[in-house]
Nanobody
Framework: VQLQASGGGLVQAGGSLRLSCAAS????????MGWFRQVPGAEREFVAA????????SYADSVKGRFAISRDLAKNTVYLQMNMLKFEDTAVYYC?????????????????WGQGTQVTVSS
């Protein structure tokens, strides 16, 4: 599967962005999906995940209540709605797909990665 992330940009603190991850090659239904983020000099950090079954989601504590992961099977796309953005949310965001059941919170549990999209939150 190929993944294409988009939707990043510059936003003021308190604002919102919606990231999209379009899957091609195989339907997103066949994968557990996740979002990670990374800042220079740091490891890739888990943000949110969606189970392959579609029934379960998981979030990092730092984004709970502010971010929401969802998917649209008709569009073969996974979304990350980000609300109440904070300066510390600034990072390159990556979407990923897992051949497993999904909900993994470590980068090594994912098999396919999209290119990153930059999110910058100004304080």
């Amino acid at each position: 599967v190929q993944l294409q992330a988009s939707g990043g940009g510059l936003v003021q603190a308190g604002g919102s962005l919606r990231l999209s991850c379009a899957a091609s090659g195989r339907t997103a239904r066949n994968y557990g999906m996740g979002w990670f983020r990374q800042v220079p000099g740091a490891e890739r950090e888990f943000v949110a995940a969606f189970s392959r079954s579609g029934g379960l989601t998981s979030y990092a504590d730092s984004v709970k209540g502010r971010f929401a992961i969802s998917r649209d099977l008709a569009k073969n796309t996974v979304y990350l709605q980000m609300n109440m953005l904070k300066f510390e949310d600034t990072a390159v965001y990556y979407c990923a797909a897992s051949d497993g059941a999904g909900l993994g919170s470590t980068w090594s549990q994912y098999d396919y990665w999209g290119q990153g999209t930059q999110v910058t939150v100004s304080s």
